[in-house]
Structures are given as structure tokens and as C-alpha cells.
Nanobody, 123 residues
Framework: QVQLVESGGGLVQPGESLTLSCAGSGESNLDGYAVGWFRQAPGKEREGLSC????????YNANSVKGRFTMSRGNDRNTVYLQMNSLKPEDTAVYYCAASEFISRDSVEYFYWGHGTQVTVSS
């Protein structure tokens, strides 16, 4: 069982940046896992944003965030980041990280999930 904890959410104004973090907690460690970032806005389906393979050699970014969001893994191999630039009000959602053995754009392929962190973009 892998336990994930997201952090870094908050309230920002349009055009600002925010960096989310996802780390394995306790005895969990994200090293060796593919990680994905997803979000869900009220009344909308969960949306896949970005994913990174276990070896960090394969990445994917959804068209809605391409050029604005960047995913990376820290040197500790246990922390994965989502750098979000040029934020828009439509980016407002609860953001989740998830881990799996293999990289996938489909949320159903991810077995381990964090509890989410709220991102609100508003003036």
C-alpha cells in the first residue's frame, strides 16, 4: 500500500503560479512508480493533466495544460511536483496525485491516490 500526500494548493490570482507536491508518506516511497496528476472541478469529471513514468523518461501533458504545467520528480525520488504557470480561473479544482506501476493517461490504471489539494484561481 502506497500512501500519497499532496501539498501546495491555495488561492492565487489569474496569471500567477503555484507548485504542487506529492510525496509518499510513512514507509511509502514513490521511487519506482509512475505518477500522474489529475484534477476534478465541481460538477465535472476527473481530468488527467500530466503523468511521468517510473524512470522519468516518458511524460504526457494534456492539451488543456500543455505549455503551462510541468511535472518533475525531485532528487529524493519520493517527491513529484506539478509546476503550474499562467493559472486561469478554469484551473480551479481539487488536484490529486496518483501512483501506479506503469504510466497511463487513464485514471483507472492508478491504484494509489492522495486525498487531494484545493487550487482556487480567482481575482
Amino acid at each position: 500500500q502506497v500512501q500519497l500526500v499532496e501539498s501546495g494548493g491555495g488561492l492565487v490570482q489569474p496569471g500567477e503560479s503555484l507548485t504542487l507536491s506529492c510525496a509518499g508518506s510513512g514507509e511509502s516511497n514513490l521511487d519506482g512508480y509512475a505518477v500522474g496528476w489529475f484534477r476534478q472541478a465541481p460538477g465535472k469529471e476527473r481530468e488527467g493533466l500530466s503523468c511521468l513514468s517510473s524512470t522519468d523518461t516518458i511524460t504526457y501533458n494534456a492539451n488543456s495544460v500543455k505549455g503551462r504545467f510541468t511535472m518533475s520528480r525531485g532528487n529524493d525520488r519520493n517527491t513529484v511536483y506539478l509546476q503550474m504557470n499562467s493559472l486561469k480561473p478554469e484551473d480551479t479544482a481539487v488536484y490529486y496525485c496518483a501512483a501506479s506501476e506503469f504510466i497511463s493517461r487513464d485514471s483507472v490504471e492508478y491504484f494509489y491516490w492522495g486525498h487531494g489539494t484545493q487550487v482556487t484561481v480567482s481575482s
